[in-house]
């Protein structure tokens, strides 16, 4: 992995650690607005169970409301759901009974025991077992002392109750040993809502709001659901002791003490008064309770200000109010660590994938596997977004279409039952009426998930379900999400859509209001489709896609390597030839017979074989004012900063790459002519120079010679003196025979002195190489040779990439203390002298070796080759008459 990547993989991780640590932040607190069970446990703990996105949490937290242990499963397992239908504490243990349904309809599949041990510090899952009840039978209610757990099971219609005594890991450390089990009649017709054992019997609560005690022989009831003047129902039942039980009521909120043998009860706190160390609530505000005395319980209560809920844990007198819980300090980091996994995980995938898709395309060692490697990530990718997109809008269809069925079945209830029949239902003691049954019936039998509740003064009750009485309030359901959907659909009257998660799953659901006027009874139709089925429909989609693009890629890598071949097969064939071009023959040039893009680059390579295009560099922004007269690089090569920093003596010595450009005007030309002609040489130059870096010196008070200091060395001295020359022939297009700017370049690498001369009131900037001063003065000769870029020997020597030039050496300069080998670089010319010098150029060389050798007569027949090819070489021209005259000195 490249250094680049390393870099960027940290910072992903480093963000991804941020993003994890303010998302497990702000899940840290755990709200009591959708709790699935609550119980107390020992020293002023409790036991509560709620949703964490997919998962189900059973937690023990302290008195403060922080969790100390938790429990974490799936509550969606493929077509499997888990809810939590009770929980108990134990001696040693937690005890957690759910029920295992069909994830997609709400069927019950069967109903495990979960085992908890909350004083482990690694896996709190001690054992779970699946419970095998009698036929037809459900256990409903879970309680535990001590060491013996005691679950109670009733029948499909409710006539019979099984009683059943557990002990765990009395036998075996991790084995359910039945102790006893015993069987009551209950009340025919009254159903069960909450029950519990008591010495040998059972008491419990029926549908109706009675309470019932139950021996093996006989059900009696000991607590009316309600005179004729007076609504009475018990909020709650707890044990007191053998033959008592705690009752609350919840009209009043007296908590009594019920004799179950008589039916008399004694008042033990009045309904207002403060109860549990607290100044705020009273007994009135339970919602659920579970206690083992009045001074030891944990109740979930009801603020009448926001209407949310808070626990009030009382240990021995002393309340403590909770508005939420709080996950562990463990609990955080690991949901920190385990976030920023997921995440760096994730990232991590990425770079490698994205480096992978790098070092295919770079490093690949065939264009094949180039090309592949660039193709199918990318196709990959393409896929993946396609499939996001399609899904999105896949995925709304199929809310949209499942919402418009639940819609739809409410409509349809509403139009089935009416306002007069859901009246029929509305005070308990109708709770066995035909209309409540048949409207149970009716419910039960949908297919999806209904009840009915409905809105009265301001307040809302249950009307007909499944799993809760009739006529208590909404709030035993112990989820305020869902009494938000209720109430805004009693209020504005509108059919409303919304999610709710409780003990029952998580639903889609729509509220249809049914009658009611201002002030009056609105009835609610609640139906609902479980989650998961939606879940099932778009993953069959995501599945059926992966597989089709799996397929689809596939296919697409098979013709890809096929056409790819088929494509890239005559490439071997170009290669072959352009490494007989890279070899010295510079004939080759490549034929294709075929019309696809491959003829393209064969015409490029035999364009390219016979001419060099020439690259023009953009324009450098002027620079300011005063920098007009000196230019920053003048400056800069001095070792300064600004012009107020140079003083004079200021100078730099040293071996440069330095050009001379001269312009050759015509000498007829007027004065206003050949000034424009001498401001479009001077701009010309200057301009492309400062491109490159390079320090322009006017060598000439005419403008008609300049000196080029390069710093950068002898490339880009050529390849300034290139560019100019190009732009220079652009420009000439544009310009009559007087306007044409005709110029030599001549580059020597040589010692150089720079620096600032003159006196206190006038700097000027002076260029010494005594060296390349004498190459000029032979000028003349330069000129006759017919190149408008020659170079010295030293220059070629320094050109990093002197195969990329077309050039051809011309022959030594000897003169008094000067002899200089001179190369012709010819690439400044067009695309066809170019052709037809490369064609000539090796008759040349031969032609320059022969006449170094002293073989005029064999080195001007050469020339005159040469000549023949290309009537317009000068050098050919000049030296046949070398060679001519050089034989007469001979002869």
């Known amino acids: 992995m490249g250094k680049g990547l390393r870099r960027v993989l940290l910072t992903v991780w480093i963000l991804a650690g941020i993003l994890a640590g303010w998302q497990s932040i702000q899940k840290s607190r755990v709200p009591l607005d959708s709790l699935l069970g609550f119980c107390m446990d020992r020293d002023g703990k409790t036991i509560a169970g709620w949703y964490d996105g997919n998962d189900t949490i059973i937690a023990r937290t302290d008195k403060s409301g922080v969790a100390e242990g938790t429990y974490r499963y799936r ?41 908890l041990d909350f004083n482990s ?22 309680n535990a002392t001590g060491d013996t757990i005691t679950l109670i099971s009733t029948d499909k219609n409710q006539t019979k109750a099984v009683r059943s005594s557990y002990e765990f890991g009395a036998v075996l450390d991790d084995t359910l040993s ?31 709001g009675k309470v019932y005690f139950a021996d093996e022989e006989q059900v009696y009831e000991v607590f009316p659901a309600r005179t ?30 019920l004799n179950l043998s008589d039916g008399t009860q004694e008042t033990l706190l009045n309904g207002s008064s403060p109860f549990g160390g607290s100044s705020v609530y009273t007994p009135r505000d339970i919602v659920s309770i579970s206690m083992s005395g009045l001074n030891n319980f944990t109740a979930l209560v009801k603020n009448g200000q926001d209407s949310s809920f808070h626990f009030l844990v009382c240990q021995d007198g002393s309340g403590t109010v909770l508005n939420s819980f709080r996950y562990g300090v463990a609990a955080f980091l690991w949901s920190v660590l385990r976030q920023w996994l997921v995440y760096a995980g994730i990232s991590l995938l990425a770079v490698l994938a994205l480096g992978v898709l790098i070092s295919g395309i770079r490093g690949g ?70 209309a409540y049954q048949y409207l149970s019936q009716q419910l039960a039998t949908r297919e999806l998930y209904t009840r009915v509740l409905y809105y009265e003064s301001g307040a809302i009750y249950v009307g007909v379900d499944r799993n809760s ?31 709710i998660e409780d003990q029952n799953g998580k639903r889609m659901v729509c509220i249809t209001p049914v009658g009611g006027l201002s002030g009056e009874t609105v009835y609610l139709l609640e139906t609902g489709l479980y989650t998961a089925n939606i879940a099932a429909y778009t993953a069959t989609y995501i599945k059926d896609f992966v597989m089709v693009s799996v397929a689809f890629l596939l296919i697409v890598l098979v013709m890809l390597m096929v056409l790819f071949y088929r494509i890239l097969a005559p490439i071997g064939e170009i290669k072959r030839e352009m490494q007989l071009f890279a070899d010295g023959d510079r004939s080759i040039r490549i034929r294709s017979t075929s019309e696809d893009e491959l003829t393209g680059i ?31 690089s003048m400056i800069g090569l001095l070792g300064q900063d600004n012009l107020a920093s140079m003083t004079l003596g200021s100078s730099v010595k040293g071996s440069f790459a330095i050009m001379n450009v001269r312009m050759y005007p015509e000498e007829s030309l007027p004065i206003d002519k050949k000034e424009a002609l001498m401001n479009r040489f001077f701009n010309t130059v200057n301009r492309f120079a400062k491109q490159s870096d390079i320090i322009t010196i006017v060598d000439d008070a005419n403008l008609q010679s300049m000196l080029l200091i390069c710093r950068e060395g002898a490339d880009a001295a050529a390849a300034a003196a290139l560019t100019i020359l190009a732009r220079i022939d652009a420009d000439n297009q544009l310009y009559d025979r007087d306007g044409q700017m005709n110029v030599m370049f001549v580059a020597d690498q040589t010692e150089v002195y720079f620096g600032i001369c003159g006196d206190e009131e006038r700097y000027i900037p002076v260029v010494l190489a005594p060296e390349f001063e004498k190459l000029l003065e032979h000028g003349e000769f330069l000129r006759g040779m017919g190149s408008r870029f020659l170079m010295t020997e030293s220059v070629s020597e320094k050109l990093q990439s002197r195969d990329q030039y077309a050039k051809r050496y011309i022959g030594r300069l ?18 066809e002298e170019v052709r037809v010098m490369k064609q000539s150029q090796h008759a040349f060389d031969k032609a320059m070796e022969l006449y170094e050798k002293g073989f005029y007569y064999e080195a001007k027949n050469l020339y005159a080759r040469v000549l023949r090819e290309n009537p317009g070489d000068m050098a050919a021209k000049y030296y046949i008459f070398r060679c001519e005259a050089l034989q007469d000195r001979e002869q």
Not at 819 to 830: A, H, V
């Open 75 to 115: 509550t969606v397992k493929g077509s499997r759901m888990y809810t939590v239908r009770g929980m108990a504490s134990g001696e040693n243990y937690t005890y957690v009974l759910r029920d295992r349904k069909n994830a997609y309809t709400g069927e019950l599949l069967a109903q495990e025991l979960v085992v």
């Open 121 to 142: 510090h690694f896996r709190k899952e001690k054992k779970v077992f699946e419970l095998t009840p009698e036929e037809n039978m459900t256990y409903g209610w879970l």
């Open 178 to 208: 039945l102790k006893n089990t015993r069987t009551y009649p209950l009340k025919t017709g009254e159903g069960v809502y909450k029950a519990m054992g008591n010495s040998t019997n059972l008491v419990y609560i029926s549908d109706s």
């Open 228 to 257: 004729l003047e007076t609504l009475m129902y018990p909020n709650f039942i707890a044990y007191a002791e053998s033959g008592y039980v705690y009752l609350g009521e919840h009209e009043s909120g007296d908590i009594s003490r």
């Open 365 to 434: 060692h065939t264009i094949m596997e180039r090309l592949l490697s660039a193709t199918i990530p990318l196709l990959a990718v393409t896929m993946v977004l396609f499939g996001y997109i399609s899904f999105r809008y896949y995925g709304t269809a199929i809310d949209e279409n499942y919402s418009k069925q639940v819609m739809d079945e409410g409509n349809m209830l509403a139009a089935l039952f009416g306002q007069e029949s859901l009246q029929e239902i509305e005070y308990p003691y109708d709770y066995a009426s035909e």
């Open 469 to 499: 009485p009739c006529f208590y309030p909404g709030e035993i359901l112990m989820n305020l999400p869902a009494e938000e959907l209720y109430r805004k659909a009693a209020l504005t009257g509108e059919s409303v859509m919304g999610t």
């Open 602 to 632: 064969t015409q490029v390579f035999n364009k390219m074989a016979d001419d060099i295009n020439v690259q023009i560099v953009n324009l450098e922004r002027m620079s300011e004012i005063y920098y007009h007269f000196v230019p920053p």
């Open 814 to 831: 000897r003169a008094e203390e000067l002899d200089l080998g001179l190369y012709d670089m010819y690439d400044e010319k067009g695309a």
